[in-house]
């Protein structure tokens, strides 16, 4: 069994609770694991940060995102009524700025927006249609009731019996190995 | 949930979810109705009703093309009609679902979560029904994107100091935002339909959708991120929309435009008429799918109260208009008011009144609040008043301009009843798709409210 570690994503231990499976992923940080993932059917509070993951960029991407849309919003009405095709309109001068807040508010918004959801989609690296997990048939219920715990072959502690072991030890209500078929 | 913690003498809180329910028979009750239920007679019936009014639409829509909008009721000077109503009444009744699924986010409403779906859905249904009808309006609308900043031949660009322009930045940035909000709620919901389809079909759609979420911890991090920074960015967008709008008024120097109360009494009108709108949705839904136990009395009753409180900063809007037009002494404002009151259209103003006021106030008494039937009649009351806001302040103002000799009438034609009613079909033709094709209430949030819920039954 041990000798196929390439084609072998890890072993996942299912469980019943939320409670559960936080306290899972906590003993298997303690126990040395590092590359472990948690699949819940709803975020769970303090889920990402037992796994051993805090700071996620999302937030400052969203940040240029709104701060490159606003400088474009405005930028692109300057240089239109200012610069490429100044036109008296009513004695307003050309760069009436306040005139030009609410396109550049707007666009600060969507700038924003977009990057925040592509940002978001691209750090977890979606769309991505196959992998591993979905190789377990019971791991479809991790949208429904079940709360699953994977670690990772990629871990230098990782070691198929060990796993099964650790697993068995914190009573994980199923164990099973995920195969990569790749 | 628990209920000691409500004032005595008061009659406890209904449940937002009914006691009894596991992460398991939500997924079931939710993923059922668009998975497993056969399309019943009332589904064919209604989808068959209102994809004809959407043919009607095409018709009215085409022939507006052909011949151009004098096809309309619209003169000089009554430049604008209908067209520019409806385009005010949908985009507004499109921010109860922003006000929804952001704001009472923000504010950590938990009854938002059953709701939330579908108001978002309406409310992108609603801006593609007002979306059509600037353009439309335009004349020529294969010419539309000249309101775009594109580097034309001609050299020139929009006028960005227009609120016209502003508005088409202000409603394209909307339904983008929208969408991508809807999109991005809808993610771990793709997935689990996805995981309970049973037919190849419908694997293959739901798994291309739902883009292979997997429910990882990590994914579910950045994704709460996302969806906390989308919150925030959709608050001030949707105050910002109808302010937009208002100023397409506002700015104007026409007797009954030119206001400063309209930008915050056009955004409250709109989350007015959009839970309106919401309740009118809501509860034939909750009923044709058995849906009581998510939407609850609960649900109809708070959104009864956001309606009555909204009512009121309208009634207030309506009372200031009144109040600065005789405070400020400017006699084409007085005699705009009296128009209101005594003009060829005073029939409207009243029945505005009777609609947005008067009915409205019957919402203080709870035993209105929770008879489901009396809310759906408010609701349709309610919109309607709406409607008729919009057209007193567009058409009563444009008939009564600054010299006699520009006053006007206007009737609309059957053309313009024709698009209007075809706009109904088609926002409620995709209400019809959408609740078969998607799930109606967001299934994740659902369990994470029972886990919510079961926790604090355990304290």
Same mark, same amino acid.
């Given at each position: 069994?041990?000798?196929?570690?390439?084609?072998?994503?890890?072993?996942?231990?299912?469980?019943?609770?939320?409670?559960?499976?936080?306290?899972?992923?906590?003993?298997?940080?303690?126990?040395?694991?590092?590359?472990?993932? @948690?699949?819940?059917?709803?975020?769970?509070?303090? *889920?990402?940060?037992?796994?051993?993951?805090?700071?996620? @960029?999302?937030?400052?991407?969203?940040?240029?995102?709104?701060?490159?849309?606003?400088?474009?919003?405005?930028?692109?009405?300057?240089?239109?009524?200012?610069?490429?095709?100044?036109?008296?309109?009513?004695?307003?001068?050309?760069?009436?700025?306040? /005139?030009?807040?609410?396109?550049?508010?707007?666009?600060?918004?969507?700038?924003?927006?977009?990057?925040?959801?592509?940002?978001?989609? /691209?750090?977890?690296? $979606?769309?991505?249609?196959?992998? !591993?997990?979905?190789?377990?048939?019971?791991?479809?219920?991790?949208? +429904?009731?079940?709360?699953?715990?994977?670690?990772?072959?990629?871990?230098?502690?990782?070691?198929? +019996?060990?796993?099964?072991?650790?697993?068995?030890?914190?009573? @994980?209500?199923?164990? +099973?190995?995920?195969?990569?078929?790749? | 949930?628990?209920?000691?913690? %409500?004032?005595?003498?008061?009659?406890?809180?209904?449940?937002?979810? #009914?006691?009894?329910?596991?992460?398991?028979?939500?997924? &079931?009750?939710?993923?059922?109705?668009?998975?497993?239920?056969? $399309?019943?007679?009332?589904?064919?019936?209604?989808?068959?009703?209102?994809?004809?009014?959407?043919?009607?639409?095409?018709?009215?829509?085409?022939?507006?093309?052909?011949?151009?909008?004098?096809?309309?009721?619209?003169?000089?000077?009554?430049?604008?009609?209908?067209?520019?109503?409806?385009?005010?009444?949908?985009?507004?009744?499109?921010?109860?679902?922003?006000?929804?699924? /952001?704001?009472?986010?923000?504010?950590?409403?938990?009854?938002?979560?059953?709701?939330?779906?579908?108001? %978002?859905?309406?409310?992108?249904?609603?801006?593609?029904?007002?979306?059509?009808? !600037? $353009?439309?309006?335009?004349?020529?609308?294969?010419?539309?994107?000249?309101?775009?900043?594109?580097?034309?031949?001609?050299?020139?660009?929009?006028?960005?100091?227009?609120?016209?322009?502003? &508005?088409?930045?202000?409603?394209?940035?909307?339904?983008?935002?929208?969408?991508?909000?809807?999109?991005?709620?809808?993610?771990? &919901?793709?997935?689990?339909?996805? &995981?309970?389809?049973?037919?190849?079909?419908?694997?293959?759609?739901?798994?291309?959708?739902?883009?292979?979420?997997?429910?990882?911890?990590?994914?579910?991090?950045?994704?709460?991120?996302?969806? $906390?920074?989308?919150?925030?960015?959709?608050? !001030?967008?949707?105050?910002?929309?109808?302010?937009?709008?208002?100023?397409?008024?506002?700015?104007?120097?026409?007797?009954?435009?030119?206001?400063?109360?309209?930008?915050?009494?056009?955004?409250?009108?709109?989350?007015?008429?959009?839970?309106?709108?919401?309740?009118?949705?809501?509860?034939?839904?909750?009923?044709?799918?058995?849906? =009581?136990?998510?939407?609850?009395?609960?649900?109809?009753?708070?959104?009864?109260?956001?309606?009555?409180?909204?009512?009121?900063?309208?009634?207030?809007?309506?009372?200031?208009?009144?109040?600065?037009?005789?405070?400020?002494?400017?006699?084409?404002?007085?005699?705009?008011?009296?128009?209101?009151?005594?003009?060829?259209?005073?029939?409207?103003?009243?029945?505005?009144?009777?609609?947005?006021? *008067?009915?409205?106030?019957?919402?203080?008494?709870?035993?209105?609040?929770?008879?489901?039937?009396?809310?759906?009649?408010?609701?349709?009351?309610?919109?309607?008043?709406?409607?008729?806001?919009?057209?007193?302040?567009?058409?009563?103002?444009?008939?009564?301009?600054?010299?006699?000799?520009?006053?006007?009438?206007?009737?609309?034609?059957?053309?313009?009843?024709?698009?209007?009613?075809?706009?109904?079909?088609?926002?409620?033709?995709?209400?019809?798709?959408?609740?078969?094709? *998607?799930?109606?209430?967001?299934? @994740?949030?659902?369990?994470?409210?029972?886990? =919510?819920?079961? #926790?604090?039954?355990?304290?």
């Amino acid at each position: 069994m041990t000798e196929h570690r390439s084609h072998l994503h890890g072993v996942m231990g299912e469980f019943d609770t939320p409670e559960q499976l936080l306290a899972a992923a906590r003993k298997a940080r303690e126990a040395g694991y590092k590359h472990i993932d @948690a699949y819940t059917p709803f975020p769970i509070e303090g *889920l990402a940060h037992a796994i051993g993951f805090r700071w996620t @960029a999302v937030p400052l991407i969203t940040l240029i995102g709104g701060v490159g849309g606003g400088l474009t919003g405005f930028g692109l009405q300057y240089w239109c009524s200012a610069v490429s095709y100044p036109i008296n309109i009513a004695g307003r001068p050309l760069n009436s700025w306040p /005139a030009f807040i609410p396109v550049t508010f707007e666009l600060t918004v969507l700038g924003a927006a977009i990057f925040s959801v592509v940002g978001m989609l /691209a750090l977890n690296k $979606l769309p991505e249609p196959y992998h !591993p997990v979905f190789n377990v048939e019971r791991f479809a219920a991790a949208s +429904t009731d079940r709360f699953f715990l994977v670690i990772e072959a990629r871990d230098p502690k990782f070691d198929v +019996t060990g796993c099964a072991k650790f697993f068995q030890e914190i009573s @994980a209500r199923h164990v +099973t190995e995920v195969k990569d078929e790749e | 949930m628990s209920t000691t913690a %409500e004032p005595r003498g008061m009659r406890p809180l209904d449940p937002m979810i #009914e006691p009894g329910h596991t992460y398991a028979s939500v997924t &079931d009750k939710i993923a059922a109705v668009v998975l497993t239920r056969p $399309l019943g007679i009332g589904w064919l019936a209604g989808f068959a009703l209102t994809f004809s009014l959407v043919m009607m639409l095409n018709i009215a829509v085409g022939w507006l093309i052909t011949k151009g909008v004098g096809i309309w009721g619209i003169n000089i000077p009554i430049g604008w009609g209908f067209a520019i109503v409806n385009f005010v009444w949908w985009i507004g009744i499109g921010h109860a679902g922003t006000l929804i699924s /952001a704001i009472l986010f923000l504010l950590n409403q938990k009854w938002r979560t059953s709701i939330n779906r579908f108001a %978002e859905a309406m409310t992108l249904f609603a801006v593609a029904c007002a979306g059509l009808f !600037p $353009l439309i309006h335009t004349g020529r609308p294969w010419m539309a994107y000249y309101m775009f900043p594109y580097p034309s031949t001609m050299g020139i660009w929009p006028q960005f100091r227009s609120p016209l322009i502003w &508005d088409v930045f202000a409603v394209s940035t909307y339904g983008t935002v929208s969408l991508i909000f809807w999109f991005v709620g809808l993610l771990p &919901d793709l997935a689990t339909l996805r &995981d309970r389809a049973k037919s190849r079909y419908q694997q293959v759609i739901y798994g291309m959708l739902s883009m292979g979420w997997r429910n990882s911890a990590r994914h579910w991090h950045r994704y709460q991120s996302a969806y $906390l920074l989308l919150a925030g960015l959709a608050t !001030p967008l949707v105050l910002s929309v109808h302010t937009v709008v208002s100023f397409d008024f506002a700015v104007a120097i026409v007797p009954g435009w030119h206001t400063t109360i309209f930008p915050p009494y056009f955004v409250a009108g709109a989350i007015y008429s959009g839970f309106a709108m919401v309740l009118t949705l809501a509860i034939p839904l909750r009923k044709a799918y058995g849906l =009581e136990d998510f939407i609850t009395m609960r649900h109809l009753d708070n959104m009864a109260k956001v309606m009555l409180a909204t009512g009121l900063i309208v009634a207030y809007g309506y009372f200031v208009e009144f109040f600065m037009a005789f405070y400020s002494g400017n006699k084409f404002d007085v005699f705009l008011a009296e128009q209101r009151l005594h003009g060829p259209y005073s029939h409207f103003y009243f029945a505005l009144i009777l609609c947005n006021i *008067l009915t409205p106030q019957l919402l203080w008494i709870s035993k209105v609040r929770r008879n489901v039937a009396a809310l759906f009649i408010m609701s349709l009351v309610i919109n309607t008043g709406m409607w008729l806001e919009r057209f007193v302040i567009v058409v009563i103002s444009l008939t009564r301009d600054f010299m006699p000799s520009a006053w006007g009438r206007y009737s609309a034609t059957f053309w313009d009843y024709a698009i209007f009613v075809g706009t109904l079909g088609l926002f409620v033709m995709l209400m019809f798709l959408f609740v078969r094709g *998607l799930p109606a209430i967001a299934i @994740a949030e659902m369990r994470e409210l029972v886990h =919510e819920t079961e #926790e604090k039954g355990h304290q």
